[in-house]
Nanobody
């Protein structure tokens, strides 16, 4: 079992940056592919980015390509989401999740954090 705790959310002006962190418990973190998802008010949760267990491969939804970077440090059991050039439409609760599949599909993920709020003001 893996427990995930996100941090790093907050309020930022458009054009600014934030780095989200997701700390995982357990010894098997490096066996899991990790993803970030987000849910804006009144909308369904959507895929943002994913990274393989080794960290060698990443994938992003089109709306964040070139602005967001997912990375991980397996020695620290932590996955990150660096968010630059933030836009008001990035406002959402951001969740990290773990899966045995390298996937952009929410249903593929077995473990979820509680979420962290990101608010981008215009």
């Amino acid at each position: 079992q893996v427990q995930l705790v996100e941090s790093g959310g907050g309020l930022v002006q458009a054009g600014g940056s934030l780095r989200l962190s997701c700390a995982a418990s357990g010894r098997t973190f490096n066996k899991y592919h990790m993803g970030w998802f987000r849910q804006a008010p009144g909308k369904e949760r959507e895929f943002v980015a994913a990274i393989t267990s080794s960290g060698r491969s990443t994938r992003y939804t089109d709306s964040v390509k070139g602005r967001f970077t997912i990375s991980r440090d397996n020695a620290k059991n932590t996955v990150y989401l660096q968010m630059n050039s933030l836009k008001p439409e990035d406002t959402a609760v951001y969740y990290c999740a773990g899966s045995t599949w390298y996937s952009g599909t929410e249903s593929s993920y077995d473990y979820w954090g509680q979420g962290t709020q990101v608010t981008v003001s215009s």
